[in-house]
T-cell receptor, first 114, second 115 residues
Framework: EAGVVQSPRYKIIEKKQPVAFWCNPISGHNTLYWYLQNLGQGPELLIR????????DSQLPKDRFSAERLKGVDSTLKIQPAELGDSAVYLC????????????FGPGTRLTVL | GNSVTQMEGPVTLSEEAFLTINCTYTATGYPSLFWYVQYPGEGLQLLLKATKADDKGSNKGFEATYRKETTSFHLEKGSVQVSDSAVYFCALSDRGSSNTGKLIFGQGTTLQVKP
């Protein structure tokens, strides 16, 4: 079974530029999560989707961050414009209600903003 | 709000030593508890979990017991190997009204095992 796929794995951009990350969850997983992981810290939830509906986006900085999950499968997280403080690893995870709350994580996208 | 606190690292051990990584939590209700491991250059992997008080999760020689009275979920292994070198995260599920709520993570503990 394929795991959670994320791309790109690494991204370097200059501040004020836009950037987008893509995630394809495990087939059949209806719940998708985007987490932010700062260096030396644990991941923190940005947004959670149940199918195509964003059910928890309370931690998403909506002035510059946006996300979508069209058709309830893969998802895109966008930052526009990026700031120096956005340098971090962006993790995508997915889960299925049939497996309780076990979340499966992708390898992450490491963003560096110069 | 709900939170997780882990012992600070890094933890440096010799091969075959006994490992304990402390984890305590603050939560309302009865969350599930997890240990995730992140090997260098890889994504987070679930190591073990426990869903109710007194449950013991175990995997790959690691184990942790859900202690409601002390709000703890300490990770232990009797004999570590060099290949266990990684960052370990304790986490709890914040279900809210859904069974697929977010995970709240501790800050992570780096384990380095020397031959």
């Amino acid at each position: 079974e394929a795991g959670v796929v994320q791309s790109p794995r690494y991204k370097i951009i200059e501040k004020k530029q836009p950037v987008a990350f893509w995630c394809n969850p495990i087939s059949g997983h209806n719940t998708l999560y985007w987490y932010l992981q700062n260096l030396g810290q644990g991941p923190e939830l940005l947004i959670r989707y149940e199918n195509e509906e964003a059910v928890d986006d309370s931690q998403l900085p909506k002035d510059r961050f946006s996300a979508e999950r069209l058709k309830g499968v893969d998802s895109t997280l966008k930052i526009q414009p990026a700031e120096l403080g956005d340098s971090a690893v962006y993790l995508c995870a997915s889960s299925s209600q049939g497996q309780g709350n076990e979340q499966f994580f992708g390898p992450g996208t490491r963003l560096t903003v110069l | 709000g709900n939170s997780v606190t882990q012992m600070e690292g890094p933890v440096t051990l010799s091969e075959e030593a006994f490992l304990t990584i402390n984890c305590t939590y603050t939560a309302t209700g009865y969350p599930s508890l997890f240990w995730y491991v992140q090997y260098p250059g890889e994504g987070l992997q679930l190591l073990l979990k426990a869903t109710k008080a007194d449950d013991k999760g175990s995997n790959k020689g690691f184990e942790a017991t859900y202690r409601k009275e002390t709000t703890s979920f300490h990770l232990e292994k009797g004999s570590v190997q060099v290949s266990d070198s990684a960052v370990y995260f304790c986490a709890l599920s914040d279900r809210g009204s859904s069974n697929t709520g977010k995970l709240i993570f501790g800050q992570g503990t780096t384990l380095q095992v020397k031959p």
